[in-house]
């Protein structure tokens, strides 16, 4: 499993869900944070947006709070995306960077604001680099610049491991071949300066981190962590109205637990570091549910009992979790279950729920008419040891079983 201490993978598996922030020069124009491609707008024109960057004054503490009160427990930020505009301290393309412009070092405003809220601290990066003319050219065409452009690259990851304290997280994107670059080379050096850090296999190497980008994977043994974003773009877009709901963030965070992997939700905040309004309030009600089903979530084994019976399901100990993804009002069947169950409750409530077993069928029979979460319920069943899962025999072809 991976190459970071045990312990760093411990810790990240437990803290289930967690915050990404795209930030960057693409926010001020707020059409996506592909516009410089998507547009094919000028470099020169570009790099002009550099000079408007501002954000407000402590706008990643805003951030920080809102992720941790929401229950995320670590957070994301793009230290640079494919525009190539850092947001940090950098003498290695020091002119394109937030200190240069305003003279703030984002980076470190963000890992103390981490800190302040006791959140991970992760920090996104992209290799590729649209203004970057060796990049763009390639390896081939243009040797001399492309050995540029690696030597900034490796540079600008050296000085965010060095610059800042410990850093638990490292989320590669827009990555090369990984011998273009000498990616093994240079993921040797960031372990040699950030012993305990977790690497992104998006570097397309066998580092620590499985990335899903929009989907979920069933791969309990696997570190590994879906990230979404909270509606279409991940930079900040005026006129993308596609909010998910705040059910679909519950469904998405049980269902990445279920099978034992993270989510990371993105939002992007607009020119000056304001997270749009339908985002914070997207949050705040999936943060109610996520609070409101805690115990379900942190630190919970995947799938308890038999993966295909039961969608989503989680466990701590002899306490399984059961989401009710379909309500059917008072009676609900739950299949596979080896144990005596003791007792059946709703989180949030805590309402004990009435049931019944015959023989691997526990019937829930007291559930309220009306379903009792508006996101999700979750049921938490008592066993009388550890779970123990009874295989379907409707489904006993080798590709249904764990
Ligand atoms: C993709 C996109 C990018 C986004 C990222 C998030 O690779 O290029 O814009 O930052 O995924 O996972």
Redesign the pocket.
Known sequence: MGKAPEAAHRWFREARYGM?I?YGLYSLLGRH??ALCYERIPAEEYRQLAARFNPRELCIRDWARLARANGMRYMCL?TR??EGFALFDTQAAPEFSSVATIGRDLVAEYVEACHAEGLGVGL?Y?VGNWLDEGFVRGPQADPVGWHRFVTVAQTQLCELMMQYGPIDYL?Y??CPPPETWDAEGVNAEIRRLQPNILISSRCELDEDVV?A?GYTIADPGTTWET?L?TNSS??YNAGDPDWKTPRQIALTLLTCAHNGGNLLL?VGPDAEGALPAPAVELLNEAGAWVHRHAEAIYGTAPHPFAYADQKLSTSRGNTAYIGLHAYHGPETTVAGIGNRVDAARLLGSGEAVDFRQEGNRLLLTGLPRAMPDPLLPVVALTLDGDPVGVPNPLLNHAKYQF
């Open positions: 990404f795209h944070e592909w793009t995306h494919h996104y992209s989320f994107d827009g990335s980008e990230c974003t991940w930079g993105n």
